[in-house]
Nanobody, 117 residues
């Protein structure tokens, strides 16, 4: 089993910055991608940023140029968010997938990010 622990959410004013972190603990073998999703009230969960084991990254068009995902090591990922707008308000979830004898994926419990003046 793997557990994901997220931190760094909170309240920030428009134009501000926040940094989210996620650490995978437990059986962390075979991790391929470490990702961030978000879900705003009344909306579907959407992919924000992906970090692949080979170091490549990808972003949703709505955050490209403002957010940066960093794979700090094999089991830790962070999301630096800048130039935040109220539209970025959501619960942000860490997500991990990979293969270890079988495919797996895990979700964190989520951390609230609120952008408001």
């Amino acid at each position: 089993q793997m557990q994901l622990m997220e931190s760094g959410g909170g309240l920030v004013q428009p134009g501000g910055s926040l940094r989210l972190s996620c650490t995978a603990t437990g059986e962390i073998f075979g991790i391929d991608t470490m990702n961030w999703y978000r879900q705003a009230p009344g909306k579907q969960r959407e992919l924000v940023a992906r970090s692949f084991r080979d170091g490549t990254t990808s972003y949703a068009s709505s955050v490209r140029g403002r957010f940066t995902i960093t794979r700090n090591n094999i089991n830790t990922v962070s999301l630096q968010m800048s130039s935040l707008t109220p539209e970025d308000t959501a619960v942000y979830y860490c997500h991990v997938d990979g293969v270890h004898y079988a495919k797996f994926e895990y979700w964190g419990q989520g951390t609230q990010v609120t952008v408001s003046s």
